[in-house]
């Protein structure tokens, strides 16, 4: 079942935590951790409570290497690697490749030739907003793990990126033929 769910990064660079919401604005988890040293890191919370997703920092530098746990399980490994606009990161262990533009942050995930999940940002009041559109809710906690990946300093703070840049966060978004409207923060 695909479902979008929405993240508030510039709430997540100033607090070090964010709910990540779903398109009908239930809260469906919480992420919360830090970066900047070895062993750092992004826990995501389903709303029971319960951690479901962790990606821990192994290294420092201009492409740092992070480690993704599922459910207290390693799962894998990131290799990273990026150019003046553009960004791969590889998650060895489950095969998936995260490919995009750096400057307009939108990134695709694959395992192979199967879309596991599109991640797009927006810009809406003086806010960084990203939205996931997630093929299996199995799959929600590792894509906002890469979520909070992406969010990393080296390579993309909300706090740098150039609101102009990014587009408007849309009023609709379309989710299998349904109009359906998408979630403001206020």
């Known amino acids: ?16 935590s964010s709910k990540v919401t779903d398109q009908y604005r239930d809260t469906k988890y919480l992420i919360v951790g830090k970066w900047g040293l070895i062993s750092d890191t992004f826990s995501i ?24 746990y599922y459910l207290d399980q390693f799962v894998g490994s990131s290799v990273v690697h990026f150019t003046l606009h553009y960004t791969t990161i590889f998650i060895n262990g489950i095969n998936w490749l995260v ?24 810009s809406q ?39 102009g840049v990014l587009e408007k966060a849309p009023v609709k978004a379309k989710l299998e033929g349904e109009n359906i409207q998408t979630v403001h923060n206020k």
């Open 1 to 16: 079942m695909s479902r979008k769910l929405q993240l508030n990064l510039s709430e997540l660079d100033h607090t070090r």
């Open 45 to 68: 919370y389903a709303i029971s409570g319960e951690v479901v997703a962790t990606v821990r920092q192994q290294s420092l530098g201009m492409t740092p290497k992070f480690d993704l």
């Open 99 to 122: 490919t995009g533009n750096q400057e307009k942050q939108t990134y695709r995930i694959m395992h192979g030739r199967n879309r596991i999940a599109t991640i797009k940002s927006y």
């Open 125 to 163: 009041s003086d806010q960084v907003i990203r939205i996931m559109d997630v093929d299996s809710t199995n799959h929600e906690p590792l894509v906002l793990a890469i979520a909070a990946i992406l969010n990393h300093p080296s390579l993309a703070h909300a706090s740098r990126l150039k609101l």
